[in-house]
Nanobody, 124 residues
Framework: QLQASGGGLVQAGGSLRLSCAASIRTFSSYGMGWFRQAPGKEREFVAAINWNGGSTRYSDSVKGRFTISRDNTWNKVYLQMNSLKPEDTAVYYC???????????????????WGQGTLVTVSS
């Protein structure tokens, strides 16, 4: 139901834009999030956006460098990643939460649907 794309290999300081295409029938009512998982580490929250884009939230590690956005016309959510660092290397997953609340945007257990992930590798 969710298909993430846009990952790849980039040098430190570079940019990438991830996309997530959703085939959820009522996509515009879902909050959307991006999470990432580095080798040997737990999956962690990166960014989230509520159903209409009016609320966003970021992890401290990406704040000011990443921007989450969505297009409800095309059922897509994006993650613009700038000033990439080697520690951003991970598999990035998009996820959907039908009952998103601002207080729980960061909780991966709240998300019902997950994409397959796209690999981002940042070289130093």
């Amino acid at each position: 139901q969710l298909q993430a794309s846009g990952g790849g290999l980039v040098q430190a300081g570079g940019s990438l834009r991830l996309s997530c295409a959703a085939s959820i029938r009522t996509f515009s009512s879902y909050g959307m999030g991006w999470f990432r998982q580095a080798p040997g580490k737990e999956r962690e929250f990166v960014a989230a956006i509520n159903w209409n884009g009016g609320s966003t939230r970021y992890s401290d590690s990406v704040k000011g460098r990443f921007t989450i956005s969505r297009d409800n016309t095309w059922n897509k959510v994006y993650l613009q990643m700038n000033s990439l660092k080697p520690e951003d290397t991970a598999v990035y997953y998009c996820a959907a939460d039908r009952t998103m609340q601002v207080a729980t945007m960061t909780l991966k257990t709240k998300y019902e649907y997950w994409g397959q992930g796209t690999l981002v590798t940042v070289s130093s």
